[in-house]
């Protein structure tokens, strides 16, 4: 007899492809957000394929705080132009010079993307917006839901959760209200990186080691840019390092790594014991609430 089993990737694949079209058939106006960063691409191509040969039926939001890697920037636009779809930008630079939110005096710009995602999905209508988030990446990610209910503040309630018995998703909301849906939720970091090396996906070329100047703040590598400039006092060195994940220039540390290919980049994954966020990103280590804090406020 022919065996039809799915290996763990191509399952993985097949559910999130059913949630993306389950989202279209369900709400009126969803969105993907992308910031241009390894899991947004993913999800970005997944959804090529589960609607292709047509084009996406949905835009695409990234909201720009400003302070990205230009790189990821190049990368956001070459998919943009691959796949056709629609860009909307929400700028935190514009928010701050309207007055809408104020600068953090540590240079972080994280908890003040809310209130710019807030804005912009009531200004487009938008009754759902794709994340990338999984569940292996922090706690407040592992407690959420597929559907993530959001009130009609943007607020999220870990405590008050729809149940999805059988993978069915409750997207019924009322005027003001939205979902934040998360197709990756039950992918790991090397699930992604193994998807990525199966489907040859276009990334940014901060995820491949490099020789790179950075300098070492409190046991974290930064990458020295217009960004993160030498401070009184610091020396900088060459050394071989990559981007487990990209956030913002002043904020996300590099790894010291020689995985130069996406088939290293896989080993070398599957030997790491920490999560990519709690490796690399400094606007997380403010407290160990700092992400669900963000959450319930509006963050995706």
């Known amino acids: 007899m022919t065996s039809h089993v799915l290996s763990q990737l191509r399952s993985l694949e097949a559910e999130s492809i059913h949630i993306i079209r389950e989202v279209v058939a369900e709400m009126q106006r969803p969105v993907l957000l992308f910031s241009g960063g390894k899991d947004s691409i993913v999800m970005l191509h997944l959804a090529a394929k589960a609607f292709a040969p047509a084009r996406i039926p949905f835009p695409i939001m990234h909201v720009d705080t400003g ?7 190049d990368c956001r636009d070459r998919w943009v132009e691959r796949l056709g779809v629609q860009l909307v930008v929400a700028s935190v630079q514009d ?4 007055g809408l939110v104020k600068e953090e005096p540590n240079g972080s710009r994280n908890r003040i993307q809310t209130p710019v995602l807030l804005e912009a999905v009531e200004k487009h209508g938008f009754d759902a917006a794709f994340g990338g988030g999984r569940r292996d990446e922090e706690k407040a990610r592992a407690k959420e839901r597929v559907f993530s209910f959001r ?5 999220w309630d ?12 409750n997207g019924r909301v009322h005027q003001g209200e939205s979902i934040r ?9 090397l699930d992604i990186w193994s998807y ?3 489907e040859d996906i276009d990334i940014p070329d901060l995820y491949l080691a490099r020789e790179r100047e950075v300098v070492d703040r409190g046991g974290m590598l930064f990458a020295v840019n217009e960004f993160t400039p030498l401070k009184e006092g610091e020396t900088s060195e060459r050394r071989s390092v990559r981007y487990r994940t990209v956030g913002d220039a002043n904020l996300t540390a590099a790894v010291e790594s020689d995985a130069s290919t996406l088939t290293a980049i896989v080993e070398e994954t599957a030997a790491v014991r920490i999560t990519e966020r709690g490796a ?10 700092a ?10």
């Open 67 to 73: 302070l990205n890697f230009q790189t990821v920037l």
């Open 95 to 98: 928010a701050i010079d309207r």
């Open 151 to 155: 009130d009609d503040f943007g607020q």
């Open 158 to 169: 870990p405590k008050n959760q729809r149940p999805e018995i059988w993978s069915l998703y």
């Open 181 to 189: 849906v998360f197709p990756l939720s039950n992918w790991t970091e």
């Open 196 to 198: 990525i090396a199966a």
């Open 280 to 289: 690399t990103r400094g606007d997380d280590k403010v407290s160990e609430a």
């Open 291 to 300: 992400m669900e804090d963000r959450k319930r406020e509006g963050y995706f």
